[in-house]
Structures are given as C-alpha cells and as structure tokens.
C-alpha cells in the first residue's frame, strides 16, 4: 500500500488500525512497521504514531549509485549461473515484458518485474547480493509509482528489461551487465529528470 501509493507520504499510521484493517495480530504488525522503517519507507515516532515517510528524490540519486552496482553484478552473475530451466524463464519474462511495456499496465509490470528480479536474484547465486538489493527495493518501486508517466517510461523500461533477460538467457555476462546498465541510465535520467520537473 506504500508501495503503490493508496497511503500517501505523510499519511499517520497506527498499530491498532493497521491491525484491525488487516485482521492479522499487532505482533506481525509492530515487526512489518519496524521492516518498513528500516527500509525508509515509514518514521517512527515514539508515543506519536508511524508517519509514511516523504519521497526523497537527493535520496533516490544515492540508491542508483549502490543499484546500479548491485543489479550489474547480478545480471553478470545471473547470465554466468542460470541453469537450462532458469534461461527459458528469462526468455518468458523478456517476451512477456513486451506485451507489458505496450499495455500501459503499470501493476502488471510491477508484478513482472517483481517475478524478473526474483529469478535474476535466484539465478546469480549470491545472497548478499540478494539481500541487498531488497533492502531497496520498495523505496525505488515507490519512487516509480510516484513519478512514473506511464504509457512513455513504461513501455521504455519494458523493453530494456527485456533486453537483459534476453542477455541472461543467452549466457553473456558483458552483454547482460551492458543491458543493466543502459537500464539504471534511463532511471537515473530519468529521475534527474523529475528532479528538475
């Protein structure tokens, strides 16, 4: 609900109302707030209440400077460790990408991109990485979903999605890291972008 932004930055929060509205107990409650907050995407004010953290654009230039990074040598590594199985799922995903970027739906490609970083995170082999690159996935999904000019950028990141799961089912360490690469420069741009917007 952060996330896609049905609760606004700067929304109050609370145990008890996110407990009711959930059905679930205030233990998983507490422990999700206290997850979230970690990640930065809640405040936690003692004896105030939980407050949706603000988008941070300075802040999001920062997560692509460690991102770009991190996705690089998981694209590399995912292209050098896939097993057969892994590969034909990253030929799905690079055709189903497609289809996504030309329908202008933005949950369905955030549920496939979702499912591609997954399989990139399982096929690299490598769970510091894997770790790492949570840590920062919501506040980038977040700054998407805030920012995004759907029909344009959508179809665009699509496709250069595409292009690294092509590269990681084809085997080729460079020309995935390439394919990553060109991506976190189109969302540093365009995030630069939204800076001065």
Known sequence: MIVTLRLLPGALLSEHALAQRLKIGRTPIREALQRLAREGLVVIMPRRGIRVSDIDLDMQLRLIEVRREIERLMARLAAERAND?????????????????????????????????????????????????????????????????????????????????????????????????????????????????
């Open 85 to 197: 199985e892994e590969r034909r799922e990253f030929i799905a995903i690079a055709d189903e990408m497609l289809k996504v970027g030309a329908s202008d739906n933005d949950i369905a490609f955030y549920r496939l991109d979702q499912r591609f970083n997954n399989l990139v995170a399982t096929a690299a082999r490598n769970e510091f990485a894997r770790r790492s690159i949570g840590l920062m996935s919501a506040v980038a999904r977040r700054f998407w979903f805030r920012y995004c000019e759907r029909a344009t950028h959508l179809a665009t990141t699509a496709k250069l999605h595409a292009a690294i799961a092509q590269a990681i089912a084809a085997g080729k360490p460079g020309n995935a890291a390439a394919a990553s690469d060109t991506l976190m420069n189109y969302i540093e741009d365009f995030t630069r972008k939204s800076l001065a917007g």
